[in-house]
């Protein structure tokens, strides 16, 4: 029988996230390495050979797909050891001593930094896999390889004419080479299809650097289409948040919005990439067309068994409100919805008009995503209510009757003033704490 490891003398436990991330990081290693090996290719061949002239171009680029998520590994352990002993990086020694928190932050922004950076490579690469499921034949995935050789030649020759004013004729060669190899793909496969490829080019002209991807929002977004509920959330639910705030962590992000960085935000940043790694690799075996077995098999039964994907974004992005509703919006800002819109990827959004002071006067009705959006009072239990509580407080039947028959706005209207009249008295306070830390 197996029993759980005992710490050592002078170690503590290992928390709950700690041991999550631990078995998630061994069983995503293990299924990558394992799928490596079924792809059939080695070192010599990854290493020696261009992947678009491979007969298996897709074992290719998998190959390097999961190399990505054992070079992740790599980094992960370094953050695995700083969130353990920090004791060790010097940092207990000079908290509260001159510039100590200074390099404190210094240091957990370096770290931050860097699971952004592997945020935004591996939502990529999850975004690619995710496509290349409805493209997954070998001419699409040599198309793709040679293109990112064409690309990097291109860009090279640029840089010639650019700072060295002349043109390499090796380079020109090279791109002539490639342009009829992906003419050649390009015959036996519709070029609609090749959701990598930028609408605009015309293969019978010149070719400009950098034209020939469509962009990464692009891609993003017809991903996110075709995701399942842990793939959208792994990938932020929208491009801002998904991979534009990562990008300010890989860009120099002076008088950018300030984030607040810590070892709690360091821990859900570390987790996050952890999710990613067990995420890519389990569709890279998709698209390999692999059976999972061992650990891969045990990580896709974790996500299969649970449904809190699917809850979050039922419960949070396509939260469901009504017109007339009172609610907090954003923040503890009594309004009542008077709009609402449906996204092309299930999100639900609200306008709803101030009832409390609005921040800006000037902007008395505004739009929210639902997630900041929290229900008050619904309007449709509001006439149900009130004559509840008449009748149970034993008010005259003409009284009971009068709100029954009340018109809708003479009720909404009434609704409005006796929310306002608790909103000022403090009645909303608790309410608000419990749905914000929902």
Not at 114 to 138: G, H, M, P, V, Y
Not at 221 to 228: H, I, M, P, Q, W
Not at 425 to 430: A, E, N, Y
Request: hydrophobic share 40%.
């Amino acid at each position: 029988m197996e029993t759980k490891e005992q710490p050592g003398l002078g170690q503590e436990p290992k928390s709950e996230a700690e041991e999550s991330r631990d078995l998630f990081i061994g069983v995503a290693l293990r299924g990558a390495v394992t799928l490596q090996k079924a792809l059939g290719l080695n070192e010599d061949t990854y290493q020696g050979v261009a992947g678009h002239s491979l007969h298996d171009s897709r074992a290719y680029y998998l190959y390097g797909v999961l190399d990505e998520v054992l070079k992740a590994a790599t980094a992960m352990l370094r953050w695995q050891q700083l969130l353990k002993n920090p004791e060790k990086e010097g940092l207990k020694e000079i908290q509260g001593k001159e510039n100590g928190n200074h390099l404190i932050r210094i240091v957990d922004e370096a770290v931050q930094d860097e699971q952004d950076l592997w945020s935004r490579k591996l939502a990529e690469l999850l975004c690619n896999l995710i496509l290349f499921e409805s493209t997954n034949s070998q001419e699409y995935f040599r198309l793709f390889l040679t293109c990112e050789h064409l690309d990097a030649y291109l860009g090279l020759q640029r840089d010639f004419h650019d700072f060295f004013n002349c043109q390499n004729f090796n380079a020109r060669e090279s791109i002539q080479s490639l342009v009829s190899t992906t003419k050649q793909c390009t015959k036996s496969i519709p070029l609609k299809k090749a959701w990598f490829l930028n609408d605009a080019i015309n293969w019978e002209k010149p070719i400009k650097p950098g034209g020939l991807f469509c962009s990464i929002r692009q891609r993003y977004k017809l991903a996110l289409k075709k995701a399942d509920p842990d793939q959208i959330l792994a990938l932020g639910i929208s491009y801002e948040h998904g991979y534009s705030v990562p990008s300010r962590s890989i860009h120099a992000n002076i008088g950018g919005p300030p984030m607040k960085i810590d070892r709690k935000a360091i821990e859900i940043s570390f987790s996050h990439v952890v999710l990613f790694c067990a995420l890519v690799m389990l569709q890279a075996y998709k698209v390999a067309g692999v059976t999972v077995t061992g650990d891969a098999e045990f990580v896709d039964k974790i996500f299969k068994s649970g449904t809190d994907a699917r809850k979050i974004l039922n419960s949070v992005y396509g939260k469901e409100l009504e017109v007339g509703d009172i609610v907090f919006a954003y923040g503890k800002d009594l309004c009542i919805v008077v709009d609402k819109r449906r996204s092309e990827y299930g999100y639900n959004s609200y306008k709803v008009k101030y009832l409390s002071p609005p921040l800006i006067p000037e902007v008395p009705e505004d739009w929210f995503p639902a997630r900041y959006v929290h229900l008050v009072w619904p309007k449709k239990l509001v006439r149900e209510q009130m004559v509840d509580m008449l009748e149970r407080h034993h008010f005259p039947a003409d009284a009971v009757e009068k709100v029954r028959s009340m018109p809708d706005k003479d009720l909404l209207d009434q609704l409005v003033s006796t929310a306002l009249a608790a909103y000022k008295d403090g009645v909303f306070d608790q309410m608000f704490a419990i749905q914000t830390d929902r």
